[in-house]
């Protein structure tokens, strides 16, 4: 390493390193406000997910250190531009649904054309190198297709991984050891690289288990959409198939995981980009292992397929076929272990159970919007309670609990079925909670009455399908609770205000407690 990329590097940790505590506090004193979090969520005390302002902090730390120190031609100039002004448009993005949450669509949208701004300043694929041919094919209009494709992909990507504590932030920083090795092959400046690397070694400080700062949207997609852009700018300075194969090579479970993720929610009727808890880092957690355990488990797999992504840079993609065969044999032999063989690789049966799903989760998801379209309209929370109890006896569900501090709520259908199951969702949020709704087994979770006709013979036992088709159902009931408390909240707040505004202009004192707060404050613990 040189003098310059030692400093890049010290300057990346040193800024990330004092920000991150900063950003901590701030967030701890509602100096920076941040948006409720999600059903999805991690339950408990809310921890800040605003790191990527100290990465990107640092980021142009770094740049500015670029600046004084490297002497860089006009092209090289405009290239770094590129680079910075679309990870910075991704972090600003991402940004703003830490702060007000966007919906997927928009989110997508701003993605591409984040995308497309990165292509139009000519950072994109043109010439694809075939190590087999010893040649390379000019590639025209499907090279734009293919940046779109690997800046929206990588980005997102690297956001699903921001669901335990450390996972993302380590897997990117493997990642940026691979983007430096690939910029020295190329022949050009590794400052930004080195600086990042420096900056995510001070994160991971804070991010590992128990975490005190997530990445949040913000950091993911200003992480991901960086490693996206170095790669392509490391295929414009040498060799294209090197550039963009290596970091698929890391990066292969979790591009399997999330393909078999979203296959299965498009196949079950689910909207494709909805966040869950069925990832691989999730069942691990399901299943027992610690979060130091499943992070330690992911980073010790992903040395290995790092390994393999070297061995594709050095010898140039002329040993690919071995090289897939290795990390194909790798994946087989982890799936075996941890007993995920069935679902990773069994297409046909994930596709048969997902279809079988599809009718019931769809009206699941109606009866989820109907509850989130209450919270706005009931008058007190025993409405909105009444609403849910509506929404779970369709489902088929037999007992519902609620249970928050210091306050429980619960019902039972009168006939309670000898063999059911329990499902427990913990709520999000500073308050938190739990929700406990019971489903009998060897039945369909929506009964056909409220679907109007038959779907199953439930005769025999229900099947595996029964009971995760139940799982789902329960998991979009407790989001819909979650979705109609929120907008209860708001209409409280909303009425508060209104009821001020209109006593100040009568010349009358307000009254600091309208009604539908006093009800929201009666039914909720002291």
Same mark, same amino acid.
Request: glycine fraction near 10%; charge should be positive; aromatic fraction near 8%.
């Given at each position: 390493m040189s003098s310059s990329t030692v400093s890049a590097l010290l300057v990346g940790l040193g800024v990330s390193f004092v920000a991150i505590p900063v950003l901590i506090r701030l967030s701890k004193q509602r100096v920076m406000r941040q948006r409720s979090p999600d059903f999805h969520h991690s339950a408990g005390e809310p921890i800040p997910r605003l790191g990527g302002v100290a990465l990107v902090l640092a980021f142009l730390a770094?740049? /500015? =250190?670029?600046?004084? +120190? !490297?002497?860089?031609? %006009?092209?090289?100039?405009?290239?770094?531009?590129?680079?910075?002004?679309?990870?910075?448009?991704?972090?600003?993005? /991402? =940004?703003?649904?830490? +702060? !007000?949450?966007?919906? %997927?669509?928009?989110?997508?949208?701003?993605?591409?054309?984040?995308?497309?701004?990165?292509?139009?300043?000519?950072?994109?694929?043109s010439l694809v190198s075939l190590p087999f041919l010893g040649g390379a094919v000019q590639v025209h209009w499907l090279g734009i297709a293919l940046t779109l494709l690997w800046v929206v992909g990588l980005t997102n990507l690297i956001n699903l991984l921001d669901g335990t504590d450390g996972l993302a932030a380590g897997i990117s920083l493997m990642l940026m050891l691979l983007m430096a090795y690939l910029a020295h092959a190329a022949g050009h400046a590794e400052f930004q690289v080195w600086g990042m690397i420096g900056a995510l070694l001070a994160f991971l400080r804070f991010n590992f288990p128990p975490a005190r700062i997530y990445l949040g949207d913000s950091g993911a997609y200003f992480v991901g959409s960086l490693l996206a852009l170095i790669s392509l700018t490391d295929s414009t300075k040498g060799d294209v198939f090197a550039a963009m194969v290596a970091p698929m090579f890391v990066l292969a479970l979790p591009i399997l995981d999330t393909s078999l993720a979203v296959l299965s929610r498009g196949l079950k009727g689910l909207p494709v980009f909805r966040p869950d808890r069925r990832h691989l880092h999730h069942r691990l957690l399901r299943v027992g292992f610690s979060k130091r355990r499943v992070l330690l488990w992911f980073y010790g797999l992903t040395l290995v397929f790092l390994a393999l992504g070297f061995a594709v840079v050095t010898f140039r993609g002329l040993w690919l076929p071995i090289f897939l065969g290795l990390a194909m044999l790798v994946l087989l032999v982890c799936a075996r272990s941890?007993?995920?063989?069935?679902?990773?690789?069994?297409v046909g049966g994930v596709i048969t159970q997902s279809l079988e799903m599809r009718d019931d989760i769809r009206y699941g998801l109606s009866l989820m919007r109907f509850l989130e379209l209450e919270g706005g309209?009931?008058?007190?929370?025993?409405?909105?309670?009444?609403?849910?109890?509506?929404?779970?006896?369709?489902?088929?569900?037999?007992?519902?609990?609620?249970?928050?501090?210091?306050?429980?709520?619960?019902?039972?259908?009168?006939?309670?079925?000898?063999?059911?199951?329990?499902?427990?969702?913990?709520?999000?949020?500073?308050?938190?909670?739990?929700?406990?709704?019971?489903?009998?087994?060897?039945?369909?979770?929506?009964?056909?009455?409220?679907?109007?006709?038959?779907?199953?013979?439930?005769?025999?036992?229900g099947p595996v399908g029964e009971l995760a088709v139940s799982e789902i159902l329960s998991e979009l009931l407790a989001e819909g609770w979650v979705k109609a408390q929120a907008r209860w909240d708001q209409r409280c707040a909303r009425s508060k205000q209104q009821a001020t505004c209109a006593q100040q202009r009568a010349g009358e004192r307000a009254d600091p407690v309208p009604e539908e707060a006093r009800l929201l404050n009666s039914e909720r613990p002291k």
């Open positions: 770094v740049q /500015g =250190l670029m600046a004084l +120190l !490297n002497q860089e031609s %006009a092209a090289e100039i405009h290239t770094r531009n590129t680079v910075c002004f679309a990870a910075l448009g991704m972090f600003g993005l /991402g =940004l703003w649904d830490d +702060l !007000n949450k966007l919906g %997927a669509k928009k989110k997508l949208l701003g993605q591409v054309l984040i995308a497309g701004f990165v292509c139009v300043r000519g950072l994109s694929i941890l007993s995920f063989s069935r679902r990773w690789f069994n309209r009931c008058k007190s929370m025993d409405d909105l309670w009444a609403s849910f109890l509506f929404a779970a006896e369709k489902l088929g569900y037999t007992s519902a609990t609620l249970m928050l501090k210091g306050h429980r709520r619960h019902w039972q259908a009168p006939q309670m079925p000898e063999q059911t199951t329990l499902l427990r969702h913990q709520l999000p949020g500073e308050a938190g909670g739990v929700i406990e709704l019971r489903a009998p087994l060897g039945q369909p979770a929506v009964p056909e009455a409220a679907r109007g006709a038959p779907s199953r013979n439930t005769d025999q036992p």
